[in-house]
């Protein structure tokens, strides 16, 4: 079936550098995506979404960008801290009209270094 | 408001036993989700549930069970566990139309030996 798969399973960087991780979707019909974070132990946490009648969206040092194009996501950490290492989810809603289930790739584990 | 709150947060079960993982969400959402999670994976969707009274099967149903018999709770079932359904499992829950996004609580880890 459809899937949302990620580039990269970890991801290192440091304290104070900026963070981008990847995503590529293969539901074109696909009208919503979600970025969700993961901490050590806990339920997903949503981190910001966006649709698929936009480019990018910002919200707190954070920012999605999709291209449609070429179908893939990508979330900016800005100046990345401690608290940001986690494992990051991107999800696929599937088409409008559809139970909304959620389609999720594999993570993206984010190490800060100090 | 607790959000989503699942109940147990650990079991472990023998092979053949039974049991049943509860979720339970305060904020009147519609939609409700069981997911497992394997190491190293992502979120799969087991059943989930449109509404009170209503079930349908998600991308890996088999060996499970669920029931809305109220519209705060979301019932798992496994009747006969299987080591293959050691795992954890997420609940989630959303409201209907406007925004899709899901809340999960913080799962229930389950072994099964």
């Known amino acids: 079936g459809e899937s949302v798969g990620l580039h990269l399973p970890t991801l290192s960087v440091q304290e104070g550098d900026n963070s981008i991780i990847n995503c590529a979707y293969s539901?074109?019909?696909?009208?919503?995506f979600i970025w969700y974070k993961q901490e050590s132990g806990k339920g997903p946490q949503f981190i910001i979404d966006i649709r698929s009648n936009m480019d990018k969206r910002q919200g707190q040092r954070v920012t999605v960008l999709l291209n449609k194009t070429v179908k893939h996501l990508s979330l900016q950490i800005a100046a990345t801290q401690p608290g940001d290492s986690a494992v990051y989810f991107c999800?696929?809603?599937?088409?409008?009209?559809?139970?909304?289930?959620?389609?999720f790739g594999s993570g993206t584990q984010l190490t800060v270094l100090p | 408001n607790a959000g989503v709150t699942q109940t147990p947060k650990f079991r472990v079960l023998k092979t053949g036993q039974s049991m049943t993982l509860l979720c339970a969400q305060d904020?009147?959402?519609?939609?409700m989700y069981w997911y497992r999670q394997d190491p190293g994976m992502g979120l799969r969707l087991i059943h989930y549930?449109?509404?009170?009274?209503?079930?349908a099967k998600g991308e890996v149903p088999d060996g499970y069970n669920v029931s809305r018999l109220k519209k705060q709770n979301f019932l798992l079932g496994l009747e006969s566990a299987a080591p293959s359904q050691t795992s954890v499992y997420f609940c989630?829950?959303?409201?209907?139309?406007?925004?899709?996004?899901?809340?999960f609580g913080p799962g229930t880890r389950l072994l099964v030996l």
């Open positions: 999800a696929d809603t599937g088409p409008r009209g559809s139970a909304r289930q959620l389609t």
């Open positions: 904020m009147n959402h519609e939609y």
């Open positions: 989630a829950s959303r409201a209907s139309g406007g925004k899709e996004t899901q809340y």
């Open positions: 549930s449109v509404g009170e009274g209503t079930t």
């Open positions: 539901n074109s019909a696909s009208d919503y």
